[in-house]
């Protein structure tokens, strides 16, 4: 139901592409895959690691990737630039540690309707930032992501039986 409403939105893009259009849907896919692949991998790796650790290492990875491009034109930044800087790496670190438990606890089919949202996070920027409206497909689609999100949040689960784990 949430994939069903993510093709909703994209539908005017890829009936009639123009200006980008379809990198924007080809990336949106190549997202999508790459994240279906990283929750499963994290699922694994929360047998034996915590949440904490997958977050360091995952730091130690980026901070030698972003290293990594220094040669090619960083700018010296301070001030308010700096603390805000500092105030997204904290923030992103912590929702790493949360999405990290989350996957730990749930089963990844159930968080998949919560990364769709991120479709309706960017329609409302579209709205607030661009003025640009959807039309009623791409209110379809919201209508269904939510939906779904809400579907996998209030269901009633059988109780896990005896020696099994989410």
């Not at 980026?62 to 790496?89: N, R, Y």
Request: proline share 5%; net charge neutral; charged share 10%.
């Amino acid at each position: 139901m949430g994939f069903l409403g993510v093709m909703f939105m994209l539908w005017e893009a890829l009936e009639q592409p123009g200006q980008g259009a379809l990198i924007g849907v080809a990336a949106g896919v190549a997202y999508a895959c790459a994240m279906a692949f990283v929750r499963v991998h994290t699922k694994a790796m929360t047998k034996t690691e915590t949440s904490c650790a997958i977050a360091f290492y995952f730091a130690i990875v980026a901070t030698a990737v972003g290293l990594a491009s220094w040669p090619f034109g960083w700018v010296p930044v301070g001030g308010t630039v700096l603390v805000a800087l500092i105030g997204a790496g904290l923030i992103g670190g912590i929702a790493h540690i949360v999405s990290n438990e989350a996957v730990a606890r749930a089963p990844v089919s159930a968080l998949a309707p919560f990364d769709f949202t991120g479709m309706v996070w960017a329609l409302g920027f579209d709205l607030m930032l661009f003025s640009i409206l959807p039309g009623y497909l791409g209110l379809l689609g919201v209508f269904s992501i939510t939906a779904a999100a809400m579907i996998v949040t209030f269901a009633k689960r059988p109780p896990l039986r005896a020696g099994t784990q989410s």
